[in-house]
Nanobody, 124 residues
Framework: QVQLVESGGGLVQAGGSLRLSCAAS????????MGWFRQAPGKEREFVAA????????YYADSVKGRFTVSRDNAKNTVYLQMNSLKPEDTAVYYC?????????????????WGQGTQVTVSS
């Protein structure tokens, strides 16, 4: 069965950085795009970033463009989210997800599998 396990969340001051990791197992990782989503308290889950199966293409939400970078290592079955210049409004539970396709898609409905989430808290 497919498992996605996120790590790297925590508490950071505004302006700081964190790197999230998501280790995948149970499916041929290199065949599928991967995405990152987040859900803040009282809000709906939203798209953050996605990367194609090869890693050659990426796509970002406007709110994180220029600050976050998504990458992957297919040899390690792992996807990363480097988050720089963090803001208090980035506070949320961050989820990684595996798409049903090799192409980047921002829609939640195109993702088959989800991790359990990791908390990111940015203090002002």
């Amino acid at each position: 069965q497919v498992q996605l396990v996120e790590s790297g969340g925590g508490l950071v001051q505004a302006g700081g950085s964190l790197r999230l990791s998501c280790a995948a197992s149970g499916r041929t990782f290199s065949r599928y795009a991967m995405g990152w989503f987040r859900q803040a308290p009282g809000k709906e889950r939203e798209f953050v970033a996605a990367i194609t199966r090869s890693g050659s293409g990426t796509y970002y939400a406007d709110s994180v463009k220029g600050r976050f970078t998504v990458s992957r290592d297919n040899a390690k079955n792992t996807v990363y989210l480097q988050m720089n210049s963090l803001k208090p409004e980035d506070t949320a539970v961050y989820y990684c997800a595996m798409a049903s396709t090799g192409w980047v898609v921002p829609a939640e409905t195109r993702y088959d599998y989800w991790g359990q989430g990791t908390q990111v808290t940015v203090s002002s």
